[in-house]
């Protein structure tokens, strides 16, 4: 008998079990990959804010962001980050984040999958154990979380499905490649039109470049494309090819990411506590899916040992980051829609080439309804 049995062994559910064998409870996780992150794919830059309930210090990240860029089409921005960002693996971030929860008392069991949870008793593929309350971090697809009735199957209008791959060769080639100093980083953003709408990651390592995209479902089942082809087209169209010639396909991997959740979804019913992707928990609109994991990871870790699954919901959308990823997702529902990231691609690459023109002149009024809309949507998000 535990009092707290974490499923997934993630960010999020590492954060939860930290905080509950922080307080004293006695805390397992159970998770189905050989590791933690060996079944984890993402976004790779990480605020180190975002992890403050972690000792920090011993953090092992690639290199530090100096830049972050912006890329519309062809047209570039470049600005230095206020707080520190830094780009890391997930397979060694996931590592040491579970291996923190260890060090705080938490028992940690991998290739072990969560079949069925029915009360206090957890039912594995190895065997069962029983807990007082359960969090679920089981990432996107939930199927534990779907079956005991705290949410339902993601909608193709509901999920974002990503491709990356990593290439590698050596840490002086990086910097080369991209004019980076010894131990700098670069993240790079892009949001692309063709094929399909879509926006694109670029993440530097100590000896290796990450490049992936992120498309709608519902536009590459109305196209009838492939994620791998819009992939392939997309590196080819923005010199991603010529960048990483002569490294090796070290990764390919494939994610989707969840565009709805909590509230929507149920985040708590009698002794099961929902975390992480498996909440919907993601704000799509700072590229940030890891902080606000970690962020309700903790907060279910602490109202799990208190049992007060009454206070869970509450907690979340009082606090800051999960409550503005949650009210961002009216404009992203509207952002994700490709005649919109078309308008926005167009409009911004048009304003920026007229400015370095020295022509200041730009007609709005067709897409004036779409921005009143969109910034009204916004206001209300971040009021």
Known sequence: MYDVVVV????????????????????????????PGAKN???????????????????PYEREVS??????????????????????????LDRWLAS???????????????????????????????????????????????NSGLRRELKPEETVQTVKEVYSLSK????????????????????????????????????????????????????????????????????INELVKGFSLREYSAKIIPENGFPAWRACSGNLFLTGDALGVVNPITFNGIGPAVISGYIAGELAVNDQCGSYESSLMMERTLSQAIKLRPLVKELLKEENIRAYISMTSDALSSWTSGDLSL?????????????????????
């Open 41 to 59: 794919v993402s976004g790779a830059m990480i605020r180190v804010n975002d992890l403050s309930m972690f000792d920090v210090k011993s953090l």
């Open 363 to 383: 007609d709005l009024k067709a897409n004036l309804w779409r921005l009143t809309k969109h910034a009204l949507l916004l206001l209300e998000a971040i009021s």
């Open 8 to 35: 997934g062994g993630g960010p999020a559910g590492s954060a939860a079990a930290l905080r509950a064998a922080k307080l004293g409870a006695k805390t397992i996780v159970i998770e189905r990959g050989s590791e």
């Open 67 to 92: 830049k972050v860029r912006l890329s519309f089409d062809g047209v570039q921005i470049e600005m230095k980050p206020k707080d520190k960002l830094v780009n890391v693996g997930r397979l060694k």
């Open 172 to 239: 002086d080639e990086v910097n080369k490649r991209l004019g980076l100093g010894e131990q700098e980083g670069i993240s790079v953003r892009y949001l692309f039109s063709n094929p399909i709408p879509g926006a694109g990651f670029l993440y530097t390592y100590k000896d290796s470049i990450a490049f992936g995209i992120g498309v709608h479902m519902r536009s590459l089942i109305s196209h009838r494309v492939r994620p791998q082809d819009v992939l392939e087209e997309v590196k080819r169209s923005l010199g």
């Open 100 to 146: 923190q929860a260890e060090s705080a008392g938490a028992v940690l069991i991998t290739k072990t999958t969560v079949l069925k949870v029915d009360g206090r008793r957890i039912v594995t593929d190895r065997g069962e154990i029983e807990g007082e309350r359960v969090i679920l971090a089981e990432g996107a697809n939930a199927l534990v979380s779907i």
